[in-house]
């Protein structure tokens, strides 16, 4: 069924060009750029990305700025139709304020066109999973009121599990302290973290070794999964082989019965770093006691 309206998220949802175009899912990319060249976007990509980083070049991110959200937005609009905006979490990027600046000067442009701006409150291949499940629903024949109130209920229950490879990054971006990061490095303390309801990163287990940090994520899965005939989306930064051995955990072991693997762009990746893997599925509540094992 056609509809009036058009889906629209940003880069920091980690989804392909191509799922992107088969979902007919618009998206508004955040800059990238390295700090010792500030002044030029970074076009590194995939295992060129990461390399960089490895080598200790240093990645740097912005959000999208007033303007291009007025180009993408007006583009719907003058064709039109309407818009839904699944934005990236607000603790972590100013993507929805800006993208809702834009929604409020446009509507005094267009009064017969409306523009719905949701937190999703979901980062990485968390908030493309969510972005997936409204496509789904849009393609359906969903209106734009009943998506938007999906997206609302739906994004807290969109549950985000991840471990990182170096420690080192994550201190670098401020999300843990010098000490506690010299010291796992040290030890091959590997940390377990989610996405909490209030869409900030929270560290809740810290396990020794890489395979035991990866398989605790299909743990989560397993114990929190209220549909394991749901998709599963597991996201990699330049770690294929750990997102294969996730995978295969569980589809073998855990019981998932539809999964696809993507990359974590650099607009993630610049904070997470090289070998990060994450796991994102429909829970109860991504607070849910379970998850604190």
Same mark, same amino acid.
């Given at each position: 069924m056609s509809q009036n309206y058009t889906l629209i998220t940003d880069s920091a949802a980690d989804l392909s060009p191509h799922l992107l175009e088969s979902m007919g899912v618009r998206s508004v990319p955040l800059n990238v750029f390295m700090k010792d060249n500030p002044a030029h976007p970074c076009t590194l990509t995939g295992r060129e990305f990461y390399d960089a980083l490895r080598a200790g070049k240093v990645a740097c991110t912005s959000a999208?700025?007033?303007?291009?959200?007025?180009?993408?937005?007006?583009?719907?609009?003058?064709?039109?139709? $309407?818009?839904?905006?699944?934005?990236?979490? &607000?603790?972590?990027?100013?993507?929805? /304020?800006?993208?809702?600046? !834009? #929604? +409020?000067?446009?509507?005094?442009?267009?009064?017969?066109?409306?523009?719905?701006?949701v937190d999703t409150l979901c980062a990485s291949l968390g908030e493309g999973l969510l972005v997936y499940h409204c496509a789904e629903k849009m393609a359906r024949g969903c209106t734009l009121d009943e998506l938007a109130a999906y997206a609302e209920e739906t994004k807290l229950k969109l549950i985000h599990w991840f471990t990182v490879d170096d420690l080192m990054f994550l201190k670098r971006g401020g999300r843990i302290g010098a000490v506690s990061a010299f010291a796992g490095s040290l030890l091959g303390i590997?940390?377990?973290?989610?996405?909490?309801?209030?869409?900030?990163?929270?560290?809740?287990?810290?396990?020794?070794?890489?395979?035991?940090?990866?398989?605790?994520?299909?743990?989560?899965? $397993?114990?929190?999964?209220?549909?394991?005939? &749901?998709?599963?989306?597991?996201?990699? /930064?330049?770690?294929?082989? !750990? #997102? +294969?051995?996730?995978?295969?955990?569980?589809l073998h072991q855990f019981g998932?019965?539809?999964?696809?693997?993507?990359?974590?762009?650099?607009?993630?990746?610049?904070?997470?770093?090289?070998?990060?893997?994450?796991?994102?599925?429909?829970?109860t509540s991504r607070e849910d006691p379970s998850a604190a094992r």
């Open positions: 999208a700025n007033l303007s291009l959200f007025r180009e993408v937005f007006e583009a719907e609009l003058s064709a039109g139709r $309407d818009i839904l905006y699944l934005a990236f979490s &607000s603790p972590l990027s100013c993507m929805y /304020a800006t993208g809702k600046l !834009a #929604a +409020e000067e446009l509507a005094e442009e267009y009064p017969e066109r409306r523009i719905i701006v590997k940390p377990v973290l989610h996405v909490s309801d209030a869409g900030k990163l929270v560290a809740k287990q810290k396990l020794r070794g890489r395979k035991n940090a990866v398989l605790e994520l299909g743990r989560h899965y $397993d114990a929190e999964c209220t549909d394991k005939e &749901s998709t599963v989306f597991i996201a990699h /930064a330049d770690a294929a082989d !750990a #997102a +294969e051995m996730l995978r295969d955990a569980l998932a019965k539809h999964i696809v693997i993507g990359e974590i762009g650099a607009v993630i990746g610049a904070h997470a770093g090289p070998g990060t893997v994450a796991l994102f599925y429909l829970g």
